[in-house]
């Protein structure tokens, strides 16, 4: 099964980075003061050649902060060798759901990736429901990726998220197969009253398990639907809180907003930061603690 990649005009060669391990904040760093900044975080990074070039663009322009980077792809390769190259904060995008590309690998890491993918993408519910019969796939899929991230960056994965969010699915969860006290992409946040009651209760439950297990931002938005007023609210947010915005630069539309300013929004006054880290003082704090705080819900 192999991936959709994003429809993408020809890039220029890109260039690429290492992620040091984030230290975790003392008292001291919580309660100082920082400068309001937005966390923009690109994926699919080393997903293709074309990807990668997009993303390196846009890390030189200085409109995103960091990358999460697939391994076992076509271009995971050379795409860490631009990440050290130029200093680019690096977290991993686990792969559950689509092909990997690369040339030579071992018949059994295709075997239990392509069962997982199976799986996850049955039906639009399968994340939610463990899967016994398949514990020892997800088991080598994320651990086979965790190795290779190791010897592809020179370090252990410090930060986590997942293609299409898988690394929130329910084995993995169940099987504690992401790093203790990593950072960790918290499932979407969503504005009142845009949720079922059923659906705002899961995610506070699970929000409240991520919480006990890892770091994480304050809130999660993807990109799209990229309208004026969404937009402005969560660079708002930005100003109080620690805000990942979650970006695919190898779509053309995402790309084209990216590069022509769509994030700078004067009356916020709200930077894109330079390298992907927790600052706020709620980081990791479970999501409806602060949601009430916001009058929001997430």
Not at 123 to 146: C, T
Not at 204 to 230: C, K
Not at 250 to 273: K, Q
């Amino acid at each position: 099964m192999q991936c959709e990649v994003p429809r993408t005009a020809d890039a220029e060669q890109p260039a690429n980075g290492n992620d040091p391990a984030l230290p975790r904040q003392s008292r001291t760093d919580r309660s100082k003061q920082r400068e309001p900044i937005l966390i923009v975080n690109a994926d699919d990074w080393a997903l293709s050649v074309p990807a990668t070039n997009r993303i390196l663009e846009c890390v030189r322009a200085g409109v995103v902060s960091s990358v999460s980077a697939m391994v076992f792809m076509r271009d995971s390769e050379r795409a860490a060798e631009l990440a050290r190259e130029h200093t680019i904060h690096s977290g991993i995008h686990l792969n559950l759901t689509c092909g990997f590309t690369a040339p030579n690998l071992p018949q059994r890491l295709q075997d239990h990736q392509q069962r997982t993918a199976a799986f996850l993408r049955f039906r639009r519910f399968s994340r939610g429901h463990f899967n016994p019969l398949l514990a020892r796939s997800f088991d080598y899929a994320v651990k086979a990726q965790m190795e290779e991230f190791e010897r592809l960056y020179g370090a252990r994965p410090a930060r986590v998220d997942g293609h299409h969010n898988m690394h929130l699915c329910a084995n993995v969860l169940v099987q504690d197969l992401l790093p203790r006290q990593a950072v960790v992409r918290r499932i979407e946040s969503f504005a009142a009253g845009e949720k079922s009651a059923m659906e705002r209760l899961y995610r506070r439950m699970l929000d409240r398990l991520l919480a006990r297990r890892y770091r994480m931002p304050d809130y999660f938005f993807a990109l799209l639907p990229m309208e004026a007023a969404r937009i402005h609210r969560i660079v708002e947010l930005a100003r109080t809180s620690t805000v990942e915005l979650g970006t695919h630069p190898a779509d053309d539309s995402e790309y084209a907003f990216l590069m022509n300013g769509g994030l700078a929004d004067p009356g916020a006054n709200v930077g894109i930061a330079q390298g992907y880290g927790l600052c706020a003082s709620e980081a990791g704090k479970p999501a409806a603690a602060i949601a009430r705080r916001a009058g929001r819900s997430a």
